[in-house]
């Protein structure tokens, strides 16, 4: 089992940063992939940001330029730095990750709310 935890949403006024951290840990060999997806109200869940392994970063086009996602592989922990946040960035972020096996995980979820 791997265990994924989030932190460092909350609320910020439009054009505030955020950071969000998701540590993993567990039976961990080696990642396929990790990422942030999110989810608004009444919305499906869509991809923020991934790291898949051994290709490129992958931004959804509304967050390019504002979000940066990375990795520290020694600690197992993915980081997505939002700036210049938007009233529609408003959702609950989720930590997704998916090991070499193909075993899927997910976070609990960490609000971010945007005010204008």
């Known amino acids: 089992q791997v265990q994924l935890v989030e932190s460092g949403g909350g609320l910020v006024e439009a054009g505030g940063s955020l950071r969000l951290s998701c540590a993993a840990s567990?039976?961990?060999?080696?990642?396929?992939?990790m990422g942030w997806y999110r989810q608004a109200p009444g919305n499906q869940r869509e991809l923020v940001a991934t790291?898949?392994?051994?290709?490129?970063?992958l931004y959804a086009d509304s967050v390019k330029g504002r979000f940066t996602i990375s990795r520290d592989g020694a600690k197992n922990t993915a980081y997505l730095q939002m700036n210049s946040l938007k009233p529609e960035d408003t959702g609950v972020y989720y930590c997704?990750?998916?090991?070499?096996?193909?075993?899927?995980?997910w976070g609990q979820g960490t609000q971010v709310t945007v005010s204008s």
């Open positions: 997704n990750v998916i090991l070499l096996g193909g075993s899927m995980y």
């Open positions: 790291i898949p392994n051994g290709a490129p970063i």
């Open positions: 567990g039976r961990i060999l080696s990642f396929n992939s």
